[in-house]
């Protein structure tokens, strides 16, 4: 079982000072008509956050690897057989609609004591969604998970980074804390082993939050980077840790 230390995280649409600014919004798959109802309350109280934080809290020489959009077939045990090598934990933001179609995986993921995080159910922009959507895309996600894996997840990422006031109050609603990320592989476009690889050695630093994704396309380059890049993290001294 794996575990680290860690904490808070983020990404945005609008541009950080010293940083790249969040990716432009891939195109949303339309709306799934498999969208479980949710009429479950929250598990605990979490403050309100007026945005997402963007590095971990927990001071130190650590990084935290996070996957976006799977379980997939193909690529989510690809990347679990790299972690296990090399016993480093990671974060995925799983889509719920994926996740009900491979609960095997989603078991996987969190035998192998990685964290299990919500990334909504079907990856609508939640800042152009109505509140009452909003709260049905995150709150079956949740709902699954603890269904799932027994525990409803503490940590959600908004499709695109796109959070506003009403979909981040309805996160603290579900008792979840916002995550984002501060080294953006930019790995959904495809651009190369070579230049997600580069991305995150580059970019590397203190309290780090690396977006990757498992699914929601080919993510063969980004296995083939993260075989890459990983030993080389933990050759410069860096702890991989989950943000919990």
């Known amino acids: 079982m794996l575990t680290g230390p860690g904490a808070d995280s983020a990404g945005g649409l609008s541009p950080h000072p010293g940083r790249p600014a969040a990716p432009s919004p891939e195109p949303s798959p339309p709306p799934s008509s498999g969208l479980r109802p949710f009429t479950g ?31 997939h077939p193909e690529h989510t045990p ?8 090399y016993q480093v934990p990671a974060t995925f933001f799983i889509i719920g609609e994926n996740a009900a179609r491979r609960p095997d995986l989603l ?34 996600t949740s709902e699954l998970i603890a269904d799932l894996l027994g525990a409803a997840p503490r940590w959600a990422r908004a499709p695109y980074g796109a959070w506003d006031g009403p979909s981040l109050q309805i996160c603290a609603d579900l008792a979840m804390e916002p995550l984002g990320w501060s ?7 495809m651009p190369g082993v070579t230049a997600i690889s580069s991305a995150v050695l580059e970019g590397a630093h203190a309290g780090g939050i690396v977006l990757a994704h498992d699914g929601g396309g080919d993510r063969s380059d980004t296995v083939t980077a993260l075989r890459y890049y990983l030993p ?10 989950r943000p919990d």
Request: overall charge negative; hydrophobic content about 45%; charged content about 20%.
């Open 41 to 71: 309350p929250p598990s605990r109280a979490v403050p309100v956050r007026a945005a997402a934080a963007e590095t971990l809290a927990a001071p130190g020489h650590r990084i935290a690897l996070t996957f976006d959009d799977g379980p």
């Open 78 to 85: 690809q990347v679990l057989q790299i972690l296990r090598e």
């Open 107 to 140: 078991r996987a993921i969190a035998a192998d004591g990685h964290l299990v995080a919500n990334h909504s159910w079907s990856h609508p922009q939640l800042d152009l969604i109505a509140a009452d959507r909003v709260r049905q895309e995150l709150g079956s």
């Open 183 to 189: 080294i953006d592989t930019h790995d959904w476009t």
């Open 232 to 241: 080389r993290l933990l050759e410069r001294g860096y702890a991989l840790v």
